[in-house]
């Protein structure tokens, strides 16, 4: 298991060599789009908070696919949290971090504080949701192939 959490973890990273600006935080027009995305987001990160604890108390997450989907649940969790705040901070963010232009979007950030830096490493959210995709469907493979296996 632990070859295959290495595994994952070192093919998450492939992606971060030779990349280009990926302008994954969106904006929100107006109040009421920040806020509905943002109910969004905290409803789902309950769901996979709760999701977790189920699978925690049923003793499912101790199987070997719902192992998988349990830690999926967990980075789905990580991701909803992190996109949360890169909202939130996005709103309060100091506009002289932000320099240059390509078509409307920001090609160069400068962090001149703490703060600003963690919004920006919080801006590489895509890392933690493409993980919890991948382990979605490394969890649902090993479920069909267990139930493959039974007469």
């Not at 992606?15 to 943002?38: F, N």
């Not at 189920?54 to 719902?66: F, H, T």
């Not at 949290?81 to 909202?87: C, K, N, Y």
């Not at 409307?104 to 600003?116: D, I, L």
């Amino acid at each position: 298991m632990i070859r295959k959490v290495l595994f994952i973890l070192v093919y998450s990273c492939i992606p971060w060599i030779g990349t280009s600006p990926a302008l994954a935080v969106q904006e929100h027009g107006g109040a009421e789009g920040l806020y509905s995305h943002q109910i969004a987001h905290l409803i789902f990160l309950t769901a996979m908070i709760y999701f977790c604890i189920r699978l925690i108390r049923s003793g499912e997450s101790a199987r070997k696919g719902w192992r998988w989907i349990f830690f999926s649940a967990l980075l789905f969790a990580c991701w909803n949290a992190d996109t949360f705040l890169v909202h939130q901070y996005r709103e309060v963010l100091n506009p002289q971090a932000v320099s240059g232009n390509i078509s409307g979007f920001a090609w160069t950030f400068h962090a001149h504080s703490v703060p600003e830096l963690l919004y920006y490493l919080g801006t590489f959210d895509h890392i933690l949701s493409f993980s919890a995709l991948l382990l979605f469907f490394i969890g649902i493979r090993e479920l069909i192939q267990v139930q493959r296996e039974r007469p």
